[in-house]
């Protein structure tokens, strides 16, 4: 039987999933009314991002799950890769 997870990659064919990753670092930043998250994951130089309504557990230090995709943000008139977590889990 196919879990959530499988639904969704099959529905979304360029979502990325990236399993046991470990978090080296986690930024809350307010955005409005929005909370930005960024994180950056062992051996990768791309920052995840995501928007939550609210504050979220510090996940420095720890494994998650990621589902996510891969796009560009223009900051200075230049654009940076950064990848946009639509699905997040703790392993």
């Known amino acids: 039987m ?3 997870r499988d639904k969704l990659l099959e529905k979304h ?3 990325i999933q990236t399993d046991n990753v ?3 670092s986690h930024v809350m930043r307010e955005d409005g009314d929005w909370v930005q998250h960024t994180l950056m994951i062992e ?3 791309t920052p ?3 928007k939550r309504k609210q504050q979220y557990q510090n996940l420095k ?3 998650v799950n990621l589902s996510y995709y891969p796009t ?3 900051v ?3 654009d940076f890769e950064v990848m946009k977590v639509v699905r997040l889990r703790r392993s």
């Open 2 to 4: 196919k879990d959530a």
């Open 13 to 15: 064919q360029q979502l």
């Open 22 to 24: 470990k978090v080296l």
């Open 43 to 45: 051996n990768c130089e």
């Open 48 to 50: 995840f991002k995501f």
């Open 61 to 63: 230090g720890a494994r």
């Open 72 to 74: 560009s943000e223009q």
């Open 76 to 78: 200075a008139g230049m």
